[in-house]
């Protein structure tokens, strides 16, 4: 019987234990969709648009994971179409019927997650996290169909534009939030964030409108994303 539990000990210790497995160096891919929704200067530009992109995944250890992310927003209907400007001939407001802004964004970012109790990477559950990074963003800002508000002759000639604005710049960027993913198996991942950023661009004033520089950018992306990690 001694030999009996001695030889159950020995065949315990030799079965492969349940340990998590090892994660670092491990690397992924994500697919994510998003509200991006402009606050303070911008948001009396624009409401707000749909925005999606793809990312690539490197987990550095189990607290720390980098990402790198494309992704592309648009905003239309600008608040710019409904505006009216008072013309000083007749002291009357007037819309511009043939109105049109958009603004369209392609962004080039890099994030760092910090995992406040280690990523489940490779075990299943959730795991909470807060981020910071930094990019560039190209935007293009256009604007046409506006009626030149200096006429001097009545009446007022619908058909005198002015020329459009095309405003396309590059911009840094900055970003801070927090988020959850939710290990649906062992490699993949629903993960659910909200992040601020900061974007150091400027919109063209348009004074006749009530519409004042706006700058810098505020914007806050209420996200989902779709990780999938290759395990070693």
Known sequence: MKYATFLVICAALLVPGSAPAQVDGTWGMGV?????LPVLGLSDWYSGGVKFGASALYVNNKRWTTE?????????????????FLWSIDKREYPSPQAKSEMEWLSGEMFW???????????GGSSPYVLFGAGFSRYHNDISGMIY?????EPLDNNALLKPVLDRRVA????????????????????????????????????AWGLAEAWPFSKIDLALRLKFYFLK
């Open 113 to 123: 997650l910090r995992h406040f109790k280690g990523s489940k990477l490779g075990e």
């Open 172 to 207: 840094v960027s900055a970003s801070i939030g927090a988020g959850v993913e939710f290990f649906t198996s062992s490699s993949m991942a629903i993960d659910a964030r909200a992040q601020y950023r900061l974007v150091f661009g400027s919109t063209r004033p348009m004074e």
């Open 149 to 153: 508000p200096a006429q001097n002759k």
């Open 32 to 36: 994510m969709g998003a509200y991006d």
């Open 68 to 84: 790198v992310e494309v992704n592309y927003s648009k905003y239309s209907d600008g608040e710019l179409e409904s505006k009216t």
